[in-house]
């Protein structure tokens, strides 16, 4: 495990290590978040900006990727969004033929959301942006940072978001 400067590691009974980080550790660590956080949405705003959109479409536009065929509670469920934010969302994509909505067979009151050839295409366009970024970080970081950072993000999801960000994941499961 890699440390900064100042990180203190204690070895307990058993042999484990536990990780001790001041106030001020923590605190570089949000600002780190946010500030990666800027930079790993940058690039997608640009190309989104042009198009009057913003990160809601963005996000929408994702997770219908991931999902083809989801529902409309489904992805509710998975932005955490509320109902009129996302119809706000959706009714602009669906206008702009990015998305498709359906009626569901089983359950006329479902719409199942699938993004048409337009909606994949830009779809794309924003992903490859954020997997280049992605990439390039990963790479300069190293397999064990890598596996590291994904141990964090997952410590620091709430229980039912994991379970959603495993299902997502790994489609049928």
Same mark, same amino acid.
């Given at each position: 495990?890699?440390?900064?400067?100042?990180?203190?590691?204690?070895?307990?009974?058993?042999?484990?290590?536990?990780?001790?980080?001041?106030? +001020?550790?923590?605190?570089?660590?949000?600002?780190?978040?946010?500030?990666?956080?800027?930079?790993?949405?940058? @690039?997608?705003?640009?190309?989104?900006?042009?198009?009057?959109?913003?990160?809601?479409?963005?996000?929408?536009?994702?997770?219908?990727?991931?999902?083809?065929? *989801?529902?409309? $509670? $489904?992805?509710?469920? *998975?932005?955490?969004? *509320?109902?009129?934010?996302? $119809?706000?969302?959706? !009714?602009?994509?669906?206008? @702009?033929?990015?998305? +498709? /909505?359906?009626?569901?067979?089983?359950?006329?009151?479902?719409?199942?959301?699938?993004?048409?050839?337009?909606?994949? /295409?830009? +779809?794309?366009? #924003? /992903?490859?942006?954020?997997? =280049? !970024?992605?990439?390039?970080?990963?790479?300069? =970081?190293?397999?064990?940072?890598?596996?590291?950072?994904?141990?964090? #993000?997952?410590?620091?999801?709430?229980?039912?978001?994991? !379970?959603?960000?495993?299902?997502?994941? +790994?489609?049928?499961?």
């Amino acid at each position: 495990m890699q440390l900064c400067p100042g990180d203190v590691m204690a070895e307990v009974q058993g042999g484990e290590k536990l990780l001790f980080l001041t106030d +001020e550790q923590l605190r570089q660590g949000i600002e780190a978040m946010f500030f990666a956080y800027r930079g790993f949405t940058a @690039d997608p705003d640009r190309i989104l900006a042009k198009m009057a959109y913003g990160r809601a479409h963005h996000r929408a536009l994702h997770f219908i990727a991931r999902s083809p065929g *989801t529902t409309v $509670n $489904n992805l509710l469920g *998975t932005l955490g969004v *509320t109902k009129q934010s996302l $119809n706000r969302v959706l !009714r602009t994509l669906i206008a @702009d033929g990015l998305v +498709e /909505s359906r009626i569901g067979t089983a359950d006329k009151r479902e719409r199942h959301l699938s993004l048409t050839d337009r909606g994949a /295409s830009l +779809e794309q366009r #924003l /992903s490859d942006a954020q997997r =280049a !970024r992605m990439r390039a970080a990963y790479r300069a =970081a190293g397999p064990e940072a890598v596996a590291g950072f994904r141990k964090v #993000l997952e410590a620091m999801m709430e229980p039912e978001l994991r !379970r959603r960000c495993h299902a997502i994941r +790994e489609p049928g499961t």
